[in-house]
Structure formats: structure tokens, C-alpha cells
């Protein structure tokens, strides 16, 4: 079977720090790029975070360059997603996702259709 099973969420307060992980099992990773995305209520699911198998390029949304880092770990089949200086409007349920033979973009905007997707993780930040 092919899963996404992700940790490292949790309460943390305005300007800590979390690393949430993903591990894909019954399928490789190494052939997949893999993305974070979130949703929090009430609002649409948004692209967080992106990393390309196919060229090795990596996707931040605005409202979170320089603050999150996507990384990958081949031997342990696990991508991770850094998250530092976190903030209130940071609050949502975090998902991974995987795509085989994608990129991050679609015509130049980025994608959103994936094969795979985690069950989701919640992270609350405290003001």
C-alpha cells in the first residue's frame, strides 16, 4: 500500500519553531516531487512548499520564504518541512503530497493535483 504519515505538529507559540515530517512508505521518494501544502478553517487549501524531483527546484509561497525550509531525506524516505519565526496566520492543518513524474508548476503556476496525500497534521501557533 502506498501512505504518507506525517508528525511534528503541535501548539507552539508566536516565533518558535517547529520540523514537520513525512513518510512515504510502499512507494520511493526518490522519484516523487513532493510538496506541503495547508488549509485552515475556513479557507482554501494553499501551496506551502514544493520540491522537484525532475530538476531539483524548490517553491516557497510568499508568506513564507525565509521563515520554512522543504528538505528531503532519501535513506529514511522522509521529506521534512523547517519551520521558524512561526506566526499566528501559520495556524492550519499541514499536509504532504507526492507526485511522480511532476514538477512544481504548471504553466508557469503551481501544481495541485498530486497522486498521494498525508492525512494532515495540525499546527497551532499562540499570539
Known amino acids: 500500500q502506498v501512505q504518507l504519515v506525517e508528525s511534528g505538529g503541535g501548539l507552539v507559540q508566536s516565533g518558535g519553531s517547529l520540523r514537520l515530517s513525512c513518510a512515504a512508505s510502499?512507494?520511493?521518494?526518490?522519484?516523487?516531487?513532493i510538496a506541503w501544502f495547508r488549509q485552515a478553517p475556513g479557507k482554501e487549501r494553499e501551496g506551502v512548499s514544493c520540491?522537484?524531483?525532475?530538476?531539483?527546484?524548490?517553491y516557497y509561497a510568499d508568506s513564507v520564504k525565509g521563515r520554512f525550509t522543504i528538505s528531503r531525506d532519501n535513506a529514511k524516505n522522509t521529506v521534512y518541512l523547517e519551520m521558524n519565526s512561526l506566526k499566528p496566520e501559520d495556524t492550519a492543518v499541514y499536509y504532504c503530497?507526492?507526485?511522480?513524474?511532476?514538477?512544481?508548476?504548471?504553466?508557469?503556476?503551481?501544481?495541485?493535483?498530486?497522486?498521494?496525500w498525508g492525512q494532515g497534521t495540525q499546527v497551532t501557533v499562540s499570539s
Open positions: 503530497a507526492a507526485g511522480f513524474l511532476l514538477g512544481c508548476t504548471v504553466r508557469g503556476r503551481p501544481r495541485v493535483e498530486y497522486d498521494h
Open positions: 510502499g512507494f520511493t521518494l526518490d522519484y516523487y516531487t
Open positions: 520540491l522537484s524531483t525532475s530538476d531539483g527546484n524548490t
